[in-house]
């Protein structure tokens, strides 16, 4: 059982039944944004790909060796 359903049945008190709560409606900002660019590459392949180069080209330039 992880910490925040320990805490919630914690708070349920002695002698009341304790529930299971609903955890689907939480916010997931890093599964929503991977899920985003996932849908967005596949239906703009082009315009994904020339992103991830310029970010690549970008990042490469700041981070060169010499």
Known sequence: MSTTETK??????PGRPASKPDFT??????????????????ENPESAAMWIFGLGFIVGWKMKPW
């Not at 919630?8 to 008190?13: I, R």
């Not at 409606?25 to 596949?42: C, F, I, W």
């Open 25 to 42: 409606n939480q916010l997931k900002p890093v599964e929503d944004l991977g899920s985003y660019l996932k849908t967005y590459a596949r």
């Open 8 to 13: 919630y049945f914690e708070k349920q008190g």
